[in-house]
């Protein structure tokens, strides 16, 4: 029957039957395209080029509806629907002796034909074809045993969705349970088939499955499908549990094609089951619903193969085809290389001549900086750009995982995250669900309305917390007192543009982004050093303020890296001693000290607290800040805000955190507690000394070794922690508050690297080797270490200087995989990084601007310096300050390490 046959039938129908067809079927497509639209193509950066999938449907499907004791229009609906809105291109159906609902069910379905075979030999005309029918890629519905038995026979030719048994269902009842519709339900199912199973399970109350039992009875005796029902009901049972998790594990076993939860709770039950081919939750979500199209599909898998798979859905018609393009020769070496040794490991000499003809030969004579392929017009910076921004240093952010992963060849599941202060918990899962319903198509709310009113009712104590309410957190303020804006970021920049004069006072060290900020806006930034214990000198402060009019002060307590906190008497004592300078407190990470100035708001009107949802909420990664002040100062911010500086999933994800904010404040409270264990446990190693810490993280002494070795160590090992290479902090590592078992691999990284030589501890994948730092024990020391490391010669000088130089040292070129050579280090170390597609390096350097170098590159360094007892303190503290690791008296020092420790 082609479609305009299909359409006569279906016009011939009464109109309520058409409109009931109609109905349903759009509540099936409704929830077939939902499940279309969670699913998309993919693409992933990979090294070299990119990888990915596409979600393509089969191009024909074959629809199988029973005919046998009743007309099933429903199972026509739920299967060709669904095949329809995955996007199958040709849809046939097919049932024995079609009813007039049957055949008008596979018009409203979309189906492009029905044929009027039934059992096996409709499976094989949709399996191999019959006539106009073409073969079809997947069959699906359901049918007897001799249809189950076809299609077990066509699979592997064709795709289907399941072998299906007979049906059942099964309750799980408590006492709350009504029996009447308990029984009504298991005879639904029971007039299926006189194979179907009814089943029940009775929590702690035998007396329920007997007045089930009754209700059965009763019901039987006036069900007009009765004979069929009464030989289904011999085949059920009823099983009394003492308790529900007694009744989960009964559950999970059966692992029934419809599970009804009749219990008190149902929502809390329906988190505990795992194992079920469709679940009904509560008295009201019957099963018949879900067998007449409520939405979801009720073709579902029976006789406990529910354990390993799901029902049908629009997934059952859909591909998923992965690719791969490598594009870039040179980034995808790395990958050649490991794919050549892995085939190698499997004895697999082919793949391994495969991936070895891919590999490009890497080049061993000397090369200079290579010039611009192409001529392109020049950028001229001093013409195009701010002059002052030739001296402003970049802020140095934190690398994503992904980046990391990639970097040092760990697998990003394996990393323990301990660099960016981060709620390692995560936000809660009512958190999730929010983000997930936000409406991206749409602006956000440039007043952030509800936000800012959900954080006065936070901010005052309004919304009860169990570590805040009725302390110095609190403070009586409404909406007009509160800006939001992207990360507290954001509203530190709004402040700056505000105030006139541009000059600004900060405490080092301190968060960079004070002085980054201040610059990049023309300030003129005046730093107060903190004193040996990072603390501020307040009288110093006031004065300096007063003296140079300062306009704005940027403290912050507890502060990041130190974790002190600024007492409220000194914060009282500053806003006071500078009534017209803005006093700028950022609480960043006020949620994890027992203290805070926002109890200040309202008695100053010169204050502003700055907050963030970045560290206590776990919601770094969608940059939400808001800050507290004057109502009329927060209006003037409100006015030159960028008008839609929260976006929308930042929104929703804020203001359900706030609403869920007991919930979160507990892992604040867990990372309190494993603030204070880091600071213990770390005490134990003699070359550690933390610090005390009032916030989620510990600034610990690295004592008598280096801590850019001591984080690179940690790195390369998969944990990450925080390092500034600044005068002030150059032998301190941060250490950020995660949970119990990242504490736990970083003391057992800590624990591997006690009573061991650091430099032994840091095996580098390359030596890069100052031509400077050669010496007459020099070719020794590089045969020696030439199996144990890449090493790659690096030279300032011109081609024929560094060739004489090797020659009055008697080191060949040779011995060099590649000589990179030119006028300043920082290019030259780059361009070898590249080249190495590793930073995992060490530069054994001579001068303390190739030091220099090294540092900004973020690579380890030593420094070669001959007699090192000859160096006066001067020159000591010059090698130490350009970031080297050690002192050395030449490279066979270094091969004598690494003969001892990496062979």
């Known amino acids: 029957m082609r479609r305009d046959e299909l359409k006569a039938v279906f016009d011939s129908l009464p109109i309520e039957q058409q409109q ?8 099936v497509r409704v929830f077939a395209q939902a499940q279309r639209d969670s699913v998309s193509d993919l693409v992933v950066p990979v090294e070299g080029g990119k990888a990915g999938h596409d979600v393509v449907p089969v191009e024909r499907a074959g629809c199988y509806a029973p005919g046998g004791r009743y007309p099933l229009p429903s199972s026509v609906l739920m299967t060709a629907i669904t095949a329809r809105v995955a996007g199958v291109k040709s849809v046939y159906v097919a049932s024995p002796r079609p009813a007039a609902v049957t055949v008008a069910a596979a018009y409203v379905a979309g189906a492009d034909a029905l044929i009027r075979i039934g059992g096996p030999q409709a499976i094989a005309a949709l399996a191999y074809g019959a006539g106009e029918i073409e073969p079809v890629d997947c069959i699906v519905g359901p049918g007897n045993k001799f249809v189950t038995a076809a299609k077990q026979l066509v699979n592997g030719l064709v ?7 007979p049906s059942e ?10 029996p009447a519709i308990v029984a009504a339900d298991l005879l639904a199912q029971a007039e299926h088939d006189p194979d179907a199973r009814p089943l029940l399970i009775s929590i702690g109350d035998r007396g329920l499955a007997e007045r089930v039992d009754a209700e059965l009875r009763r019901q039987l005796a006036v069900l007009p499908t009765r004979d069929v029902a009464a030989q289904a009901l011999k085949n059920g049972y009823a099983v009394l549990v003492k308790d529900i998790a007694e009744a989960v594990v009964v559950s999970d076993k059966i692992a029934a094609e419809h599970l009804e939860l009749h219990v008190a709770q149902p929502q809390h039950l329906q988190r505990l089951v795992h194992n079920y081919g469709g679940l009904f939750v509560g008295t009201m979500s019957g099963e018949v619903l879900g067998d007449y199209g409520a939405g979801p599909n ?15 859905s629009v997934f059952t018609f859909l591909r998923i085809r992965t690719w791969l393009d490598m594009s870039d020769v040179d980034k995808c070496q790395r990958l050649v290389e490991d794919v050549e040794a892995l085939a190698l490991l499997e004895g697999l000499h082919g793949h391994a001549a495969a991936a070895r003809a891919r590999l490009v030969p890497k080049k061993t004579q000397p090369t200079e900086p290579a010039a611009a392929a192409a001529a392109v017009a020049p950028f001229d910076k001093s013409l195009l750009l701010r002059k002052d921004l030739a001296k402003l240093s970049a802020y140095t952010p934190i690398k994503p995982l992904d980046v990391v992963a990639d970097e040092i060849g760990v697998p990003i599941e394996q990393l323990v995250k301990l660099d960016a202060n981060e709620n390692l918990y995560g936000p809660p899962e009512e958190v999730e669900a929010a983000m997930r319903q936000a409406d991206v198509r749409i602006y956000p709310d440039p007043g952030q309305t509800y936000f800012r009113r959900m954080l006065a009712d ?13 302390t110095s957190h609190n403070a009586a303020v409404t909406a007009e007192h509160i800006v939001g804006g992207s990360g507290s970021d954001d509203i530190l920049d709004i402040l700056i543009r505000l105030v006139d004069p541009h000059t600004i006072v900060v405490n080092s060290p301190t968060f960079g982004m004070y002085s980054f900020l201040a610059k990049i806006n023309k300030a003129r930034v005046l730093d107060l050093p903190r004193d040996g214990s990072f603390n501020i000198d307040v009288d110093l402060l006031i004065k300096t303020v007063n003296n140079e009019a300062a306009s704005l002060v940027f403290l912050a307590s507890p502060n990041n890296p130190s974790g002190n906190v600024l007492p409220n008497d000194d914060v009282e004592r500053i806003l006071a001693g500078c009534p017209a300078t803005l006093v700028v407190l950022d609480e960043a990470y006020a949620e994890f000290s027992e203290q805070s100035a926002m109890c200040l708001i309202g008695r100053y009107a010169n204050l502003v607290v700055c907050r963030t949802l970045s560290k206590w909420a776990g919601l770094a990664g969608l940059r939400v800040g808001y800050s507290v002040q004057h109502a009329d100062l927060a209006t003037v911010m409100m006015g030159v805000k960028q008008p839609y500086n929260i976006n929308c999933t930042a929104d929703v994800a804020a203001r359900a955190a706030l609403q869920h904010s007991s919930k979160i404040l507990r892992t604040v409270r867990l990372l309190r507690a494993e603030r204070d264990r880091l600071g213990q446990v770390l005490s134990k190693y003699s070359w550690l000394k933390p610090l005390p810490s009032r916030s989620n993280f510990v600034l610990v002494d690295v004592v008598g070794r280096s801590a850019a070795l001591l984080a690179a160590t940690l790195r390369w090992a998969g944990v990450l922690v925080r390092y500034w290479s600044t005068s002030r902090l150059q032998r301190y590592i941060r250490i950020s508050a995660g949970r119990p078992q990242d504490t736990d691999k970083l003391l057992q990284v800590l624990d591997s690297l006690d009573g061991v030589d650091e430099l032994a501890a840091f095996r580098p994948r390359a030596l890069l080797v100052s031509a400077a730092a050669l010496s007459a024990g020099s070719a020794a020391a590089l045969e020696a270490l030439k199996p144990l490391v890449t090493l790659v010669l690096l030279s300032t000088e011109s081609r024929a200087a560094t060739s004489e130089r090797l020659a009055s040292v008697s080191v060949s070129e040779e011995l060099f995989s590649t000589v990179v050579a030119g006028p300043e280090a920082l ?12 930073n995992k390096v060490v530069l054994v350097g001579a001068t303390v601007a190739e030091l220099e170098a090294a540092k900004q590159a973020g690579i380890v360094s030593v420094a070669v310096a001959g007699d090192s007892s000859s160096l006066d303190a001067a020159a000591r503290a010059a090698f130490a300050e350009a970031g080297a690791v050690r002192l050395l008296a030449g490279l066979q020092d270094y091969a004598a390490i690494a003969a001892a420790s990496w062979n």
């Open 159 to 165: 795709k289907i969705d399941m072998l299906a048994g």
């Open 20 to 27: 009931v067809l109609q109905r349903t079927a759009h509540r």
């Open 458 to 470: 936070y901010i005052s104590g309004a919304v009860p917390n169990e570590l805040f309410v009725g």
């Open 827 to 838: 290019p030259l170390i780059s361009a070898a990084l590249a080249q190495l597609r590793s």
């Open 298 to 312: 009720h073709v579902l898998p029976t006789g406990a193969t529910a354990r390993y798979s799901g029902g049908l």
């Open 169 to 178: 269902c099964l309750v799980i009842a408590d006492h709350t349970a009504d």
